[in-house]
């Protein structure tokens, strides 16, 4: 039986040249195959304790596909995915690009993911003419948040995410301090700037850069409504917890600490997530030339709905200089772990 590959190709060198992120999301041209085929150059990210793989790097490398396919002088200007399965880390991903209208001042594309003949991701977007919309246009955009200050030169991630460590994150993040704990869910948000590491090649172009911000945007989204909700959210039990490995424990408090929303004391008695997996994602991109995914870039999130299992998250994208680049809609199972009848019996007397 022949040895399971993530990859069809054997992955070439890291090219040093390029900003991790780059490596990490390079597609292979499979044209020799049939047109607008291609399959991930390097095996996917996934997370510890994920059912699958991390969805940003499909949203990305979904998105990176479809680009191109379309001329020069369009850029991506809608995007609307669905997960439709968990990917497998061990198996190439198969990206089928179907060029679906060609206009004048637009033109859309679907692309589905497929491994082992199924598919575990479909999306379609929308390109845009640049220029197109004339000279005088209707213009607006939601204000940069007041009282935010950007990391400063100096700033490193801090070791316990453990991100720089493995190597798994290509990019990092420096978590705002919660403003508004002390009101109802609805109205809290989750704020944090994210860049990519590195610097993104030229040669890469601006495509480079929107495939990294679609990456990015998928980063503890939906977790947004277990953290609003101030839910506990760890792979194991409350009681388990002083039996952690001292270093695990000095890490999971460091994180807590950065994160902001409570000690263990204080959500331990809170509700478990029992399953967390997005549904669907989706991005408007509303100054794509302007999307420099290598410095930073600030995000809002906020979760207007959560019920019966689900809930839905958005999330603004703005500049360093305070533009906003994008506006992200994520939906997703958040269904916390039952108690038992007689656990909830006892718990009425």
Known sequence: MADRRPTLVKPPPVDESKAPIENALELTDLSIIGPDIFTNTRELWHPPNARGIYGGAVIAQTLAAAQRTVPSNFVVH???????LAGDSSVPILYHVERVREGRSFCTRTVQARQRGACIFTVTCSFVREGSGGAQAASHAAPFPPGVELPGPEYEEPDFLGNKADG???????????????????????????????????????QAHLSALAYISDSYFIGTVARIHHLWRFPFRPDQLDDLDPEVRERLDGLNEWEGYGTFEELKDRPAVGMMVSLDHSIYFHNPKKVRADEWMFTEMVSPWAGDGRGVVTQKIYS???????????????????????KKEKAKL
Do not use: M, N
């Not at 809608?78 to 439709?84: A, D, G, K, R, T």
């Not at 798994?168 to 990519?196: G, I, M, N, T, Y």
């Open 78 to 84: 809608s995007y609307h995915c669905f997960f439709v």
């Open 168 to 206: 798994a994150f290509p990019f990092e993040s420096f978590r705002c301090r919660p403003r508004d704990a002390d009101k109802a869910p609805e109205h809290r948000k989750v704020l944090q700037w994210v860049r990519a590491r590195g610097r993104i090649s030229e040669e890469g172009g601006h």
């Open 320 to 342: 360093k200089d305070g533009t906003l680049l994008a506006t992200a809609f994520q939906e997703g199972v958040v269904r916390l772990k039952q108690q038992p009848e007689d």
